[in-house]
């Protein structure tokens, strides 16, 4: 079997091309020591079995994210036939860049050039054969979308070679190559110059793999003589792609300009605007698309699972802790996945039809401010549905440090589970102006949050964004679908052993009676949110699983009209104590896996601590009642 690996920039199709070649037979796993996601599928092409492994999208291979360095990781150690690079016709300068980096590394590689047909479109007309011959692999064209424009490459598999373009250098350059070159060792299956190149050039994972004193030296002279080799390394290469891009590529019409993205890009607010405005149309069709499907689902199979419930709870302690896993799974599944799918659905219908590029490009001047990287409004989004493929989707995010600014605001930012509680206490019992309260400060304490904690981190470096802005396409459909389902497969993966976890945890505390045991250690926090001891209990329980809070606080106050019981500023109180929080330990297990155990724990205590800060604020402010 042939194995062969998948690069490319985002959004250039590696992705659509995986799925046309292979079907819907892929496995989703993380790279080794790190959570960031590879794909991996197989298929026979011309009676040979291959296996594509698709590598994060990258814009060159120098790791200042942990995408590119996990992407050059496989390139340089992992064991591979060939490379299929993917350029995007649209932005092929860029896309060449990528390809003569592997040329130079010696990488045997066909580069299969996507969205053709819409640079043709536009008036780009690129000579592919003389394209081929300058580079000396194969270069061929591809749409992946339209999986009866594969023959080509399908034909051509095999013929993947090593290039023959050799790039030269300025004079004090090529001499710190030439001694460079003795620290990689003979044999090595890369090209010596190439590594030796990327040795000079500063390149951490090759230096931390081939370094030796000679190519220590060798930059160090060169920085002493006022030169920087990685920049003049990199301004070469870059010249080489545009010099080629030029010589075979020719713009016949003249591009017309977009007035629209001008001004959305010159103005942070107007882009913040119409960020927003796409936002809450995303809200609005996952909330009523999801809350009618809820309703439906629940109305065929609630019945039945109460009755198993029922009858498994009264056979022990592990029918009573079966019973709970089912019970929670259920509230899980059929509360979240629905609207968590529909989201997802939504998000790759935005991110393939160059919206979210968009609108990554258009908050980045505010979200900068702020110390926070443009992307991080994806794990935003998401956490409105569930803090937990929220937190794993902060993978996007360049560094851990925005990452855990990320993972900060998701605790300020009600997730589906926490709206329920919203709306179902605070909404029901003191009305419409409640919930918009606790929705408004729960934001401006995430961006308060974000931005203290981004200048504790100094994370600001981080919020750099380096991306193109993509052209507006037309979505396929089954590709929307087929990318929204491998999402959704991944967070069952994950949330369903949590889940099951929360749930036996919370089966043990009851089953032995804690619970009542545990209010004389929940009195002293009662006391300073001023509130009834027995309501501790649903918040404590309420952080192993978020959806019995409602159910659970009826039970201790003996009554579902809670204003008979609490004063419309203790249910207020009790709201946002159950809102302003790490939702739950499904959540805290997700934060664990992302940041490790020590960081997640600090981070975990501080957010909380925070939250409960701000609600004991609230609860001692001399407030009528």
Aim: proline share 5%; hydrophobic share 50%.
């Amino acid at each position: 079997m042939k194995r062969v690996i998948l690069v490319g920039q985002p959004n250039v199709g590696k992705s659509s091309l995986l799925n046309a070649l292979t079907g819907a037979n892929v496995r989703v796993a993380n790279y080794p020591g790190t959570t960031v996601d590879i794909y991996r599928a197989k298929a026979v092409l011309n009676g040979e079995e291959y296996e594509f492994i698709d590598t994060p999208g990258v814009y060159n291979l120098y790791p200042s994210s942990l995408e590119e360095e996990i992407t050059e990781r496989i390139i340089l150690g992992e064991s591979y036939d060939f490379a299929v690079v993917l350029v995007d016709a649209t932005a092929f300068e860029r896309g060449l860049l990528l390809a003569i980096t592997l040329i130079e590394l010696g990488v045997p590689l066909i580069v299969a050039v996507n969205f053709w047909e819409e640079a043709e479109h536009k008036g780009i007309r690129i000579d592919y054969a003389g394209l081929e011959k300058e580079l000396g692999v194969p270069v061929v064209r591809i749409n992946p979308v339209k999986r009866g424009r594969l023959e080509e490459f399908i034909k051509r598999i095999g013929e993947a070679r090593k290039g023959r373009l050799e790039i030269r250098y300025d004079d004090h350059i090529e001499a710190a190559i030439l001694r460079a070159i003795n620290c990689i060792p003979e044999g090595t299956r890369l090209s010596r110059r190439g590594l030796a190149v990327r040795l000079i050039e500063g390149d951490p994972l090759v230096y931390e793999k081939y370094h030796c004193r000679e190519a220590e030296e060798a930059i160090a002279e060169l920085k002493a003589s006022g030169h920087n080799p990685q920049l003049d390394i990199e301004t070469t290469r870059a010249g080489y792609a545009l010099q080629i891009a030029s010589k075979y590529s020719r713009i016949l019409v003249a591009p017309r300009r977009n007035r629209l993205d001008e001004l959305l890009l010159s103005n942070p607010y107007i882009g913040m605007a119409a960020s927003a405005s796409i936002v809450l149309g995303l809200i609005a069709v996952t909330v009523i698309t999801g809350g009618k499907i809820i309703d439906y689902l629940d109305l065929i199979l609630s019945p039945s699972v109460e009755r198993v419930i029922g009858f498994l709870a009264s056979s022990g302690f592990a029918g009573y802790a079966l019973a709970k896993s089912i019970e929670a799974l259920y509230a899980q599944y059929i509360a979240a996945l629905p609207y968590v799918f529909i989201f997802y659905l939504l998000l790759v219908l935005l991110e393939d039809s160059g919206l979210l590029g968009r609108m990554v490009a258009w908050l980045h001047g505010f979200t900068k401010k702020i110390g926070l990287y443009s992307k991080a409004i994806i794990p935003v989004l998401l956490g409105l549905g569930c803090s937990v493929p929220a937190t794993t989707s902060t993978r996007i995010l360049p560094g851990k440090k925005q990452r855990i600014l990320a993972i900060a605001a998701l605790a300020f930012v009600p997730c589906s589970s926490r709206a329920s509680i919203i709306f179902g206490v605070a909404g029901r019992e003191l009305g419409a102006w409640a919930p918009m309260l606790i929705y408004l400060l729960g934001f401006i304490i995430a961006l308060i949050v974000v931005k203290v904690l981004a200048s504790i981190l100094g994370a600001q470096e981080e919020a750099i964004i380096i991306e193109d802005l993509p052209p507006l396409r037309r979505p396929l459909l089954r590709n929307v679908a087929s990318k929204a389902w491998l999402r959704l497969e991944d967070f069952i993966k994950i949330v369903t052993p949590l889940v099951v976890a929360g749930a036996i945890i919370y089966a043990a505390l009851d089953y032995t009676g804690l619970a009542t045991k545990s209010l004389k250690i929940l009195a002293p926090p009662a006391r300073v949110l001023h509130l009834p001891p027995a309501a501790m209990i649903p918040l404590v329980y309420g952080f192993l699983q978020k959806d019995l809070v409602i159910a659970m606080l009826a039970a201790v106050l003996g009554t579902t009209s809670f204003s008979t019981v609490l004063t419309h500023k203790q249910i207020l109180i009790f709201t946002m104590a159950s809102t302003y929080q790490v939702p739950c330990i499904i959540a805290l297990g997700a934060m664990i896996r992302e940041l490790g155990l020590k960081d997640a724990i600090k981070l975990f205590i501080i957010l909380d601590l925070i939250g409960f800060g701000i609600t004991a604020l609230y609860a001692n402010l001399p407030l009528p009642p």
